[in-house]
């Protein structure tokens, strides 16, 4: 098996408005894939849609070759922190990794235990007394615990400080390091990404925008700047992803895969978080339609 | 996934448990003293003039903690609905805490199926104790209750028997339904108390007459089924009707009405029906004969009877059943719902 995640054709509609189109994608295993996008891009229902939580209006999913949520066997084989690191405030920590040892057949609770002394936290507070971080990394530690194939969080650092932030992600590092298992972990910001992800989505506007590697990615992807010019006389193997022009200048970012040799254009490396705007920026069907209107 | 039901339910079953243990604590101390109070009392009559003034009596002296003890019973299960039923999904759903549980190796139709089943569970053996221990409590009274408040009378019927579990595990399959639909607790819980109160009005008003054919036959007037006679100014003489029918104490009277000979009829019970023919001024009908013993006898010999439909009191057992299974029709058809919504529409 060497894919986590594969979908054909997913969509998922609520009442009139589709959260997820024409989703296709195929991710690979031994990665950490960064899910990134704006604010209701998707990326919640993708990644429910993948846990199981949803079932696709349209398409198919598959993670680890398997139906998402139908069988308690998949279910094991999947863990799942959700948006916000949601934890029984009425229960306490020690209840939260019992509750975890009744419910998960592979639970690994000297992991569990070792964990949350690591974290200093008390076993016997209750959950709805910890701070946003000590939350999230219960949440992480259940997901943990649970020894999942693939682990998919959810925003999980969105509400945290940025110390806060830094140790969860470190603690993810360092288990997905220890324990070797896929991750999906999406955010709307790149930051957070760049550090931990080798494996890039970028969702927008409902639809997968570009998905790779992220040395991949960052290497096949390009800003050129030079005088101005039409999109139609760059040559065929470089793809437009997004165009700037002002009255003298314009500034492409492109992907290709063979070298630039025009020396009118003065190429520049993307960061990642270039190269994310660049396709959140991508013009939507939307705005591609609307100057056709104006046309007639 | 029981012990974390029971960890999310402990404080509230611990809470209903306190109360049930304080009722006992009145119950059983008072109910020995009235099954006391009913043999010594029940001897003293029968042996000198007839029981009904000591019926009376008996009723006055234990009737505030009587309609106490229905009004327990009646409440209980709409108390399940909106604290244990209607909170029981919508609080996962708006602390997200459903993401949490239904992402252990857990399937959500297996957590529903444990959270309905044992929540469940003690919801109905909670009612069914406290209608089982009133229904001890009560018995002398019901033996001897006036009008009103019988066994078969819509109030008190609700509150005996085995009729409060299927009343309990309804309401908590109603809060559980409705709380799912409407995703947040508060409203839930108040459009629980809601549909709960409607049915529970519903059911002795519109449905309960009719679960069994009620009897309707016609009866000779006589001492308990006529209020009363009158002779009004202008010479007419009427009868006053009344919703108790001879020969069948304890029924559930439905409808008592006074008819003619023709079989019209002419007043229902509580108002005054003009009877024709009966001579005002002599014979058994009339002032100067003093009181009027032989008058009902004289107003059957023209033709008036009573016309009553009624449920007997010895159908009191076969209506707890079929309104328990009722409750249980219901009760499943909501728990099947339940399971339905949880595959397609929650996430």
Redesign the interface.
């Known amino acids: 098996m060497t894919s986590v995640l594969q979908a054909q054709g997913l969509g998922k509609r609520y009442g009139r408005r589709w959260a997820l189109r024409e989703c296709t994608a195929d991710i690979p295993a031994g990665h950490v894939v960064g899910l990134v996008g704006p604010n209701g891009a998707g990326k919640t229902t993708l990644l429910?849609l993948a846990?199981g939580?949803?079932?696709p209006t349209t398409g198919g999913i598959t993670v680890l070759g398997g139906r998402p949520?139908?069988?308690?066997?998949q279910?094991?084989r999947?863990?799942?922190v959700?948006?916000?690191t949601?934890?029984?405030?009425?229960?306490t920590v020690a209840?939260h990794l019992?509750?975890?040892a009744?419910?998960?057949?592979?639970w690994d609770a000297a992991m569990a235990r070792e964990r949350i002394a690591r974290l200093g936290l008390d076993p016997t507070q209750r959950a709805g007394r910890l701070s946003g971080g000590q939350r999230a990394q219960l949440?992480l530690t259940?997901?943990l615990a649970?020894r999942p194939e693939l682990l998919i969080l959810d925003e999980p650092v969105a509400s945290l400080d940025p110390l806060a932030r830094r140790e969860f992600l470190q603690g993810l590092m360092e288990a997905t390091v220890e324990h070797e298992f896929s991750v999906v972990l999406s955010s709307h910001l790149v930051s957070d990404l760049e550090r931990i992800c080798d494996y890039v989505i970028v969702l927008a506007d409902s639809r997968v925008q570009v998905a790779g590697e992220t040395e991949r990615l960052l290497a096949t992807h390009h800003r050129l700047t030079g005088p101005r010019r039409d999109p139609d006389r760059l040559p065929a193997d470089q793809h437009v992803v997004s165009a700037r022009h002002t009255d003298r200048q314009s500034t492409y970012v492109i992907r290709t895969d063979a070298p630039i040799h025009d020396p009118v254009w003065t190429v520049t490396r993307l960061s990642l978080e270039d190269l994310v705007l660049a396709y959140m920026d991508k013009p939507t069907t939307a705005d591609r339609r609307a100057p056709l209107e104006v046309r007639r | 996934?029981i012990?974390?039901t029971w960890?999310?339910l402990r404080g509230a079953a611990t809470m209903t448990a306190i109360l049930l243990v304080l009722l006992a604590a009145v119950l059983v101390p008072t109910g020995a003293q009235l099954a006391a109070d009913y043999t010594g009392g029940l001897a003293a009559c029968v042996r000198g003039e007839d029981c009904a003034g000591f019926y009376d009596q008996l009723f006055d002296d234990y009737e505030i903690p009587f309609l106490a003890s229905i009004l327990v019973v009646l409440v209980l299960p709409a108390m399940i609905g909106l604290f244990w039923g209607a909170p029981l999904i919508t609080r996962e759903l708006e602390?997200?805490?459903h993401?949490?549980?239904?992402?252990?190796?857990?399937?959500r139709t297996?957590w529903l199926v444990v959270k309905l089943g044992f929540t469940g569970l003690l919801a109905v053996a909670a009612a069914g104790v406290t209608g089982l221990a009133v229904t001890w409590w009560s018995g002398p009274l019901d033996q001897s209750a006036p009008g009103g408040f019988a066994l078969m009378d819509p109030l008190v019927f609700g509150a005996r028997g085995i009729a409060p579990l299927g009343y309990a595990a309804f309401a908590f399959a109603l809060g559980v339904t409705v709380g799912m639909l409407v995703r947040r607790t508060l409203p839930a819980m108040a459009l629980t108390l809601v549909v709960f109160a409607a049915v529970q009005l519903a059911m002795p008003m519109l449905v309960r007459p009719h679960l069994i054919p009620p009897v309707t036959s016609a009866f000779e007037l006589g001492r308990e089924n006529v209020g009363g006679f009158g002779i009004n100014r202008d010479g007419t003489f009427d009868v006053r009707i009344e919703a108790a029918i001879p020969g069948h104490t304890g029924a559930w009277v439905l409808s008592s009405e006074l008819v003619d000979p023709s079989g019209r009829t002419i007043a229902t019970s509580g108002a005054d029906g003009i009877v024709q023919g009966v001579s005002t001024t002599s014979g058994p009908c009339s002032p100067a004969a003093g009181p009027p013993t032989g008058c009902p006898a004289e107003v059957n010999r023209l033709g008036y009877r009573q016309k009553a439909t009624y449920q007997p009191l010895e159908r009191f057992w076969p209506l707890q059943w079929i309104e328990t299974g009722v409750y249980v029709l219901l009760t499943a058809g909501l728990t099947w719902f339940c399971f339905r919504w949880i595959r397609?529409r929650i996430?």
């Open positions: 429910k846990g939580q949803l079932e949520g139908g069988t308690p066997a279910l094991a999947v863990g799942f959700a948006q916000d949601p934890v029984y405030t009425g229960l209840e019992r509750l975890g009744r419910l998960n057949p592979r949440a259940l997901g649970k | 996934m012990w974390l960890r999310q602390a997200d805490t993401l949490l549980v239904w992402n252990q190796s857990i399937t297996r397609r996430s």
